[in-house]
Nanobody, 127 residues
Framework: VQLQASGGGLVQAGGSQRLSCLAS????????MGWFRQAPGKEREFVSA????????DYADSVKGRFTISRDNAKSTVYLQMNSLKPEDTAVYYC?????????????????????WGQGTLVTVSS
């Protein structure tokens, strides 16, 4: 499975940006897709995830109410709509895919060791 993220750029605080992640290859094997981000000098962190069927989603507390994850099965694409952006949202955003689950050790705990990873797309939020 290959993943290609796009949509990053420079946006002012309070603005919106939509990221896309196009999946190709053995997409039928994908069960869940996730978005992660890594800010300069910080560790990569979970942002959001969605089951490919769309039946379940999850968000980090820091983005709840501002970000929305969705998918378009026909286009094999997952989106991350980001609204009310803050300077602290500045990071390289990565999409990821997993063949089995969106949960980690326990349901409710986001999975972080996804099977496949795309290249990142930089989102810069200016104050």
């Amino acid at each position: 499975v290959q993943l290609q993220a796009s949509g990053g750029g420079l946006v002012q605080a309070g603005g919106s940006q939509r990221l896309s992640c196009l999946a190709s290859g053995l997409t039928a094997s994908v069960y869940a897709m996730g978005w992660f981000r890594q800010a300069p000098g910080k560790e990569r962190e979970f942002v959001s995830a969605i089951v490919w069927s769309g039946s379940s989603t999850d968000y980090a507390d820091s983005v709840k109410g501002r970000f929305t994850i969705s998918r378009d099965n026909a286009k094999s694409t997952v989106y991350l709509q980001m609204n009310s952006l803050k300077p602290e949202d500045t990071a390289v955003y990565y999409c990821a895919a997993d063949r089995r689950t969106m949960w980690g050790a326990n349901r409710g705990v986001p999975k972080t060791d996804y099977d496949y990873w795309g290249q990142g797309t930089l989102v810069t939020v200016s104050s």
